[in-house]
């Protein structure tokens, strides 16, 4: 149940299934007034400043479903400080706190957005430039497309289709299927 006195986070890409901070519940949050798009490339987490990848971050417009994890507030601080941590390796996102709306009652929570005007803001680079994007890249956390894989399934799992997630996930698996034949991108 949604208590407001608690710290709430929103995760609506890798933070759904590898949060990496005790939370008390995770239910699912919609946010409105931003939507997810891979708009910020990574030259860390999943790619090189040699070999950007792309990893999601929320930009203006539109709505973005994710989950709302309910934080004790004795832990505010240190999860606080961990997701700066994590989150703001080159300071391409802006921390935020912003209303969702969850099952039991809207509550603000702490969250990051892509900042336009950083150098590593990509903007909308559509499906295609995307995927072949996310299909070559890889950084310390792994392939970039592994990123977009798991936010998929995360999203299914809570019973979500996100109508630009989904066909791009189609593009990337058919851009490994080409590669896989011998082909390429």
Not at 9 to 31: K, N, R, T
């Given at each position: 149940m ?5 710290f ?21 949050a ?12 990574s ?39 961990y ?11 802006l ?73 791009l ?17």
């Amino acid at each position: 149940m949604a208590k407001r006195d608690d710290f709430w986070v929103f995760g609506y890409g890798s933070l759904m299934w590898q949060p990496g901070f005790p939370y008390i519940e995770a239910v699912p949050a919609l946010l409105r007034g931003y939507h997810r798009w891979f708009c910020v490339y990574s030259h860390h987490y999943r790619g090189t400043p040699e070999q950007p990848g792309l990893v999601l971050g929320l930009a203006p417009g539109g709505s973005c479903r994710g989950l709302a994890f309910r934080v004790s507030r004795a832990e505010e601080v240190a999860v606080r400080d961990y997701l700066d941590e994590r989150e703001l390796v080159t300071y391409a996102y802006l921390p935020r706190t912003l209303r969702v709306e969850t099952p039991a009652a809207a509550v603000e929570a702490y969250t990051f957005v892509a900042d336009p005007a950083h150098r590593q803001y990509a903007g909308d680079l559509g499906i295609e430039r995307s995927a072949e994007i996310i299909m070559e890249a890889r950084g310390v956390a792994g392939l970039n497309r592994d990123y977009l894989i798991n936010t998929v399934r995360r999203l299914e799992k809570e019973g979500y289709v996100d109508a630009r997630l989904h066909p791009l996930l189609k593009r990337v698996e058919h851009l490994t299927g080409i590669i896989e034949a011998g082909g390429g991108i």
